[in-house]
């Protein structure tokens, strides 16, 4: 069993930026499928930024260039750089409970999350 327990989230104003952290405890993560998705008020949860078992990244195009996800041992990482106000949203991390591979900004096949933290750009 895995937990996760994001923090970092705040208010910022647009064109600044903030960094995401996830911790994850109880088994080790570092070979899993990792990702950051997000839900603003009224609207689906969609995928951000994943980080597969081989290190390769995948973004949604309306982070590309701005967002950076990276890993490090047990711990997940979101820098968010030139936010906007459509950045605003609940930010949750997910992983895989094994090894895979491919892009996975989609919710299918993350067991476990975490409660999310909130980023507010104004």
């Known amino acids: 069993h895995v937990q996760l327990v994001e923090s970092g989230g705040g208010s910022v104003q647009a064109g600044g930026s903030l960094r995401l952290s996830c911790a994850a405890t109880?088994?080790?993560?570092?070979?899993?499928?990792m990702a950051w998705f997000r839900r603003a008020p009224g609207q689906e949860r969609e995928g951000v930024a994943a980080?597969?078992?081989?290190?390769s990244r995948s973004y949604a195009d309306s982070v590309k260039g701005r967002f950076t996800v990276s890993k490090d041992k047990n711990t997940l990482y979101l820098q968010m750089n030139s936010l906007k106000p459509e950045d605003t949203a609940m930010y949750y991390c997910?992983?895989?409970?094994?090894?895979?591979?491919?892009?996975?900004?989609?919710?299918?096949?993350?067991?476990?999350w975490g409660q999310g933290t909130q980023v507010t750009v104004s």
């Open positions: 997910a992983t895989f409970s094994a090894f895979c591979r491919g892009e996975r900004l989609w919710e299918a096949g993350y067991d476990y």
């Open positions: 109880g088994n080790s993560v570092s070979r899993y499928c």
């Open positions: 980080i597969d078992g081989d290190g």
